[in-house]
């Protein structure tokens, strides 16, 4: 039993379902947020207030933003014939660091798993298969993860767009087998993207 205030402990154990920190780190971030209150803790709550009151999925790729379309769909530079899929918002953002690709995005919100209960109607797989029909995309990029769920995935999507006409390719070296795309580096995203080959 604790003698720490009840609001505090609750900000602790809110912090500690973050990636990355368990109850110790927690404990001590919060000890820091509350040292640095005026510098640190009041902006940190107002900007988590701003974003939790105006962040919303983009209508057209799923990517999140603070508007109904997000600024790469929104953008008219970028090429209207490729499509990069991913599982995750963390996935476009590590691809968009690397500054590689110049097309459109499609985020899934996950893979395909049956032990978790995500098949291809809980995913965004459905609204892609729509995309790639309505707006005449050449060639799908399927940048997945390399574990087991985002192969299935792979293999799913490639399988159901089969005779859209449009070119299915996946990222290729550099890519660790059982990698993830948010912990890699920007140049080897950058090689991987490079060398898609047909999936």
Same mark, same amino acid.
């Not at 640095?36 to 209508?59: F, G, I, N, W």
């Given at each position: 039993?604790?003698?720490? !205030?009840?609001?505090?402990?609750?900000?602790?154990?809110?912090?500690?379902?973050?990636?990355?920190?368990?109850?110790?780190?927690?404990?001590?971030?919060?000890?820091?947020?509350?040292?640095?209150?005026? *510098?640190?803790?009041?902006?940190?709550? *107002?900007?988590?207030?701003?974003?939790?009151?105006?962040?919303?999925?983009? *209508?057209?790729?799923?990517?999140?933003?603070?508007?109904?379309?997000? !600024?790469?769909?929104?953008?008219?530079?970028?090429?209207?014939?490729?499509?990069?899929?991913?599982?995750?918002?963390?996935?476009?953002?590590?691809?968009?660091?690397?500054?590689?690709?110049?097309?459109?995005?499609?985020?899934?919100?996950?893979?395909?798993? +049956?032990?978790?209960?995500?098949?291809?109607?809980?995913?965004?797989?459905?609204?892609?298969?729509?995309?790639?029909?309505?707006?005449?995309?050449?060639?799908?990029?399927?940048?997945?993860?390399?574990?087991?769920?985002? *192969?299935?995935? +792979?293999?799913?999507?490639?399988?159901?767009? +089969?005779?859209?006409?449009?070119?299915?390719?996946?990222?290729?070296?550099?890519?660790?087998?059982?990698?993830?795309?948010?912990?890699?580096?920007?140049?080897?995203?950058?090689a991987a993207l490079r060398a898609r080959r047909k999936f």
């Open positions: 039993m604790t003698d720490t !205030p009840r609001e505090i402990e609750a900000l602790i154990d809110l912090m500690a379902r973050l990636p990355g920190l368990g109850p110790r780190s927690a404990r001590r971030a919060v000890l820091m947020l509350l040292k640095k209150r005026a *510098q640190v803790m009041a902006p940190l709550a *107002q900007a988590m207030a701003e974003v939790a009151l105006h962040a919303r999925d983009c *209508q057209v790729c799923g990517n999140i933003g603070t508007a109904d379309i997000c !600024p790469v769909c929104a953008d008219d530079r970028r090429a209207t014939d490729q499509i990069c899929v991913v599982a995750d918002v963390s996935d476009l953002w590590a691809m968009e660091r690397g500054g590689a690709f110049k097309g459109r995005y499609h985020v899934l919100g996950g893979t395909l798993s +049956a032990l978790d209960g995500m098949g291809p109607d809980e995913l965004r797989i459905p609204r892609l298969l729509r995309r790639v029909k309505d707006e005449g995309v050449s060639e799908v990029i399927l940048a997945l993860n390399a574990t087991v769920d985002g *192969q299935t995935t +792979a293999h799913y999507i490639a399988e159901a767009l +089969a005779g859209s006409g449009a070119t299915v390719t996946s990222l290729a070296q550099g890519v660790p087998i059982g990698g993830e795309l948010d912990y890699l580096d920007d140049g080897t995203i950058g």
